[in-house]
């Protein structure tokens, strides 16, 4: 069992930065690989970023490609998502997962096994 809890979000202009934080309980952190997705209102969860369980590889989506980085510090059971260049579109709940052994579909929601509750990112204009 892993529980998630995410921090980090806020309100944040147009071209400003933010870095979100995801916090992780159990001694098996360091064995999944881990995500983050985003929900807008109306919308479906988007995948956003993905790390590896070693930090060996990461995926990102192209919409976010060049101004988002994925890390982790399995040291401290966390992993980050540092955010620049925000744009208003990037305005939704950013949600933290967890995955087992699906790194070959990690951009898909269905896969992951545990999630955090999520937060709320605005980026005004």
């Known amino acids: 069992q892993v529980q998630l809890v995410e921090s980090g979000g806020g309100l944040v202009q147009a071209g400003g930065s933010m870095r979100l934080s995801c916090a992780a309980s159990?001694?098996?952190?360091?064995?999944?690989?881990m995500g983050w997705f985003r929900q807008a209102p109306g919308t479906e969860r988007d995948f956003v970023a993905a790390i590896s369980w070693s930090g060996s590889r990461t995926s990102y989506a192209d919409s976010v490609k060049g101004r988002f980085t994925i890390s982790r510090d399995n040291a401290k059971n966390t992993v980050y998502l540092q955010m620049n260049i925000l744009k208003p579109e990037d305005t939704a709940v950013y949600y933290c997962?967890?995955?087992?052994?699906?790194?070959?579909?990690?951009?898909?929601?269905?896969?992951?096994?545990?999630w955090g509750k999520g937060t709320l990112v605005t980026v005004s204009s």
């Open positions: 997962a967890a995955d087992r052994d699906n790194w070959s579909r990690i951009t898909a929601a269905g896969v992951m096994d545990y």
């Open positions: 159990g001694r098996t952190f360091s064995s999944y690989n």
